[in-house]
């Protein structure tokens, strides 16, 4: 469920018992608290365990048969395709279904297929049948969770994800207001990034980026 970064905050300090219910950090504990939660996912990251985060973006279809992504998900979780109001969901396809012989000339005002190469820095996305232009393809996926810019910023991350970048959190900053960690959170403070890789295996396995392969002609 998506939430802010204060109110992901706010939880945290109150799980290691620096806030009471119902009570506000101060702007500088807020602030010291974004910085450590940047610093955590950093670490994190470059430790081989980054955080997805789940994202939506809107693309306006030209009549193209591909078109360049300006990012590079690590997985498309869903698609659909708007046109006046109208909206059907797009099967996100594999490779070996992408290649099989159908009319590549063919036109709709909708997309009944998506294929996501992977490529980097950047992925391309292939619709099938090809989408006219005036119709809209909205992409729901998986993203490296980047650091923060703001208190403001919101937080969407996949089930089981919010839970354990919580407990890392919480075991960064329980030694900085001299609070102990409340032993039932101990242990899961210390597996967050166990938990962390665990989970990415799972959401990840089922649609890891392939290898690009070219339309098919």
């Not at 670490?43 to 360049?68: F, H, M, N, R």
């Amino acid at each position: 469920m998506a939430t802010t970064v204060q109110e992901f905050v706010n939880s945290t300090l109150r799980l290691i018992r620096v806030l009471d219910s119902g009570e506000t950090p101060t702007a500088t504990e807020s602030d010291n608290a974004l910085t450590a939660l940047n610093q955590l996912i950093g670490s994190w990251s470059a430790a081989g365990v980054p955080i997805y985060q789940e994202s939506k973006d809107t693309i306006a279809l030209t009549g193209a048969s591909v078109y360049p992504l300006s990012f590079r998900p690590m997985r498309i979780t869903a698609a659909q395709v708007s046109y006046s109001g109208i909206t059907f969901p797009v099967a996100i396809v594999p490779s070996q279904q992408w290649i099989l012989p159908k009319d590549r000339t063919a036109t709709s005002k909708f997309a009944k297929e998506l294929y996501y190469d992977g490529t980097f820095p950047t992925g391309n996305v292939y619709l099938w049948p090809i989408v006219q232009a005036g119709s809209s393809l909205e992409l729901f996926s998986l993203k490296p969770l980047a650091q923060f810019a703001s208190l403001g910023d919101t937080i969407n991350l996949p089930s089981g994800y919010e839970q354990a970048l919580r407990y890392g959190l919480a075991g960064v900053l329980a030694p900085e207001y001299g609070s102990a960690l409340p032993a039932e959170y101990q242990q899961q403070a210390a597996q967050a990034t166990s938990a962390i890789a665990a989970m990415n295996t799972a959401t990840l396995g089922q649609g890891a980026p392939p290898s690009a392969v070219p339309a098919a002609s």
